[in-house]
């Protein structure tokens, strides 16, 4: 059972940038896909972005393209969601989740964290 803690939302201007952290309990999150997800009032929880197990391959959302980069560590067991140019459209609870799998939907992903809220205020 992995466990997934969330850290470094918070609240920020339009514009501005974020860095949420997420960290793994067990050795094994180096075998996982790791992917970030949003779910905003009253709206389904959406893929926002992920990193195979290595690293080496990334995926990302169209609506955060170009302003979000995911990032992995796996000697910390720590994956990372640097978010630069905020927009209001933004502000979501954000989850990272890990799974065997290369994947965009929610079902894919066994573990989740607790999720950690981003506000973006304009």
């Known amino acids: 059972q992995v466990q997934l803690v969330e850290s470094g939302g918070g609240l920020v201007q339009a514009g501005g940038s974020l860095e949420l952290s997420c960290v793994a309990s067990e050795r094994t999150f180096s075998t996982y896909t790791m992917g970030w997800f949003r779910q905003a009032p009253g709206k389904e929880r959406e893929f926002v972005a992920l990193i195979t197990w290595s690293g080496g391959n990334t995926d990302y959302a169209d609506a955060v393209k170009g302003r979000f980069t995911v990032s992995r560590d796996n000697a910390e067991n720590t994956v990372h969601l640097q978010m630069n140019s905020l927009k209001p459209e933004d502000t979501a609870v954000y989850y990272c989740?890990?799974?065997?799998?290369?994947?965009?939907?929610?079902?894919?992903?066994?573990?989740w964290g607790q999720g950690t809220q981003v506000t973006v205020s304009s």
């Open positions: 989740a890990a799974g065997p799998r290369v994947a965009a939907t929610t079902y894919e992903y066994p573990f």
